[in-house]
């Protein structure tokens, strides 16, 4: 008799449990209010990933400042500005020169041709507004524009970033499309003569 009591509690025990875990899990859903921060959170990781990655160091344009160049962070991301054309490169393989950057630091001249510094806003017609992340991971996975286009070109350092984690690439995509976007029509990748 003692053993089916002790069964019919054990019963009873688990169902409360049951219960308890059921409406502890319902209530544990996260309100809008934290679903705000934790993004929040990821835009603010990608912020930081993408300054410790030197990402502005080519995408957003530099302009001669009080103590030489410095990023103009009103075209933050903008990549190479469109209204600074670039005339030939110089003449490569001279004195030890291997290629060769703009003043604003977003065109450069090596034996890859001429590559331009993306705009990396999330402007629809000019940047990366129709991009998602799977078309970002996978740019940055493989090397290649809009994860399937011609390869990324130098100075581009696909070949490191790729390494960074999912999350990585997710939390810098949500940076990106947090930023305001800019028009600005990037000149076309330019192969090398030949």
């Not at 990655?53 to 080519?58: E, Q, S």
């Not at 940055?140 to 970033?161: A, H």
């Amino acid at each position: 008799m003692r053993q089916r009591a002790v069964r019919q509690i054990s019963c009873a025990s688990v169902g409360a449990m049951l219960l308890v875990a059921s409406v502890h899990t319902g209530c544990s859903r996260p309100s809008s209010a934290t679903q705000a921060r934790n993004a929040a959170a990821v835009v603010e990781r990608g912020r930081y990933l993408a300054s410790v990655g030197a990402c502005h160091d080519c995408h957003t344009p530099m302009k001669l400042g009080m103590n030489g160049p410095e990023p103009d962070m009103s075209r933050a991301f903008s990549g190479h500005p469109e209204e600074f054309a670039v005339g030939p490169p110089p003449i490569l393989g001279e004195g030890g020169w291997l290629w060769a950057g703009t003043g604003t630091n977003t065109a450069f001249a090596g034996p890859w041709g001429i590559s331009y510094a993306a705009n990396l806003t999330p402007d629809a017609e000019t940047g990366t507004g129709t991009w998602n992340e799977e078309i970002f991971i996978k740019a940055i996975r493989e090397g290649k524009l809009r994860g399937g286009g011609r390869p990324l070109q130098p100075p581009m350092p696909w070949p490191w970033y790729k390494n960074m984690t999912d999350d990585d690439l997710r939390a810098i995509f949500a940076y990106l499309k947090s930023l305001q976007p800019i028009v600005n029509h990037v000149p076309e990748y330019v192969p090398p003569p030949g």
